[in-house]
């Protein structure tokens, strides 16, 4: 993605998590609602919606647009109740495991080579303005069971590490694979005739990080711990998110630090 960075908007922005419960990260970026709003649902605000709470959503602006909406998402459906809370947030269509027979897997989890393939299907086959969320896998933990070559890894060092932090090079590994899936996308996107806004984020930061001295490994690997960063692709796009989130009706937005 280098190739790219001059044309993306960047915004770092404090994940109210780590390693864990990403729905919640994935809740305020489709509703624009910060965690420290939602008091004890806060932990679970899909289980909140699931018994009857409305929100405004970002899928349910667009559907008003003309849009239609499509969750892309290579796990369980049933998995905190998406397939029920999902399309209350304006989701025409929930795309599960079920959508992913016979992909491949890229360590415990479908690839994120496969949910590039997935996004970039549906796009050929679209006829109107299509919304794609897609919530990917593949970097998902518990990441010590994942059994990568160790030389698959060694390239991501300048200064060899030690083996207790397996974790860390899992991560990397399938990083570099979530790269590969964005670069797909991106030399796609441009190869369109056709208005695409781009935007990806990260849900949570490393929780394998705590076993690590912080400043030690900023220091010899630029790590951020604690932040991740949203990104943003724009190429002659009809609305932005900061666009949605100034119209939207909700009383508190996604802060940015």
Not at 105 to 113: C, K, M, W
Not at 228 to 255: C, D, E, G, P, V
Request: proline share 4%; net charge positive.
């Amino acid at each position: 993605m280098r190739c790219a960075w001059k044309l993306l908007v960047t915004a770092p922005w404090m994940c109210p998590l780590g390693g864990a419960n990403t729905i919640r990260t994935e809740f305020s970026f489709l509703t624009g609602i910060a965690a420290q709003a939602l008091g004890v649902h806060r932990f679970n605000p899909y289980r909140a919606i699931a018994r009857g709470w409305s929100v405004d959503a970002l899928p349910l602006f667009l559907k008003k647009m003309g849009y239609r909406t499509v969750c892309v998402h290579p796990y369980w459906g049933n998995f905190y109740g998406r397939k029920y809370v999902l399309p209350r947030l304006g989701f025409d269509t929930f795309l599960d495991i079920g959508a992913f027979q016979g992909a491949q897997r890229a360590g415990a989890y479908i690839s994120d080579i496969e949910v590039a393939k997935k996004i970039l299907a549906l796009l050929k086959g679209a006829t109107d303005p299509l919304f794609i969320f897609a919530i990917t896998m593949e970097n998902h933990g518990p990441l010590q069971f994942d059994h990568i070559p160790d030389m698959k890894v060694e390239k991501f060092y300048s200064t060899p590490l030690n083996k207790i932090y397996k974790d860390l090079d899992n991560y990397l590994y399938h990083l570099k694979n979530a790269d590969t899936m964005l670069s797909m996308l991106h030399t796609t996107f441009n190869k369109l005739s056709l208005p695409i806004s781009f935007c990806f984020y990260g849900d949570t930061f490393l929780s394998c990080l705590k076993f690590i001295k912080i400043s030690e490994t900023q220091k010899r690997y630029r790590i951020s711990y604690g932040k991740t960063y949203m990104h943003a692709i724009f190429n002659r796009n009809y609305i932005t998110l900061q666009q949605y989130w100034a119209r939207s009706t909700i009383s508190k937005f996604m802060t940015y630090h």
